[in-house]
């Protein structure tokens, strides 16, 4: 499986996220860019998880059907022709980090799949549905980490 380069100007990987993007904040979604997405990708999946959430991952974050020429998305934009879906608060788009005040800095886990074939899921799923539905048809990703800590 080839591997998608995704990164932001907003952050390296592995580093603290601006306080801008988080939730108690401004709350706007990072600047996105990628390359590396096999010609036959018939649709990408951006999926931002926090593994370390005190009640088990928490998605921040999923947009299907993103154009797979797109190459990015900028600060507080949805990707090009994605459809965002119901975050962990409850809410369609970006939802930023929100970790528990004195915890160690959470991890922000954002994945870019390439389908070979769209991906169906519910209007607000789980991060578990998400891995188990790209699963099946993923013929390339990528991942970049960023931290946060109140």
Known sequence: MTGIDI????????????RRHAYEAANVSPP??????PDD??????LCEDPDAP????????????????GGVGAGQSPPQGTALVNGYGQRGWGGPHPPPGD???HYVFRLYALA????????????????????ARI???????LYRR
């Open 55 to 70: 009640s088990g991952t928490f998605v921040h974050w999923i947009v299907v059907g993103i154009d797979p020429h797109s």
């Open 104 to 106: 160690d800095a959470h």
């Open 32 to 37: 996105l860019a990628w390359s590396g997405v």
């Open 140 to 146: 390339a990703d990528g991942t970049l980490v960023g």
């Open 7 to 18: 990164g932001s100007d907003a952050f390296d990987d592995h580093t603290f996220i601006a």
């Open 117 to 136: 074939e769209p991906c169906v899921l519910p209007d607000a799923p789980r991060a578990e549905q998400v891995h188990e539905a790209v699963d099946r």
């Open 41 to 46: 990708a018939a649709e990408l999946v951006l």
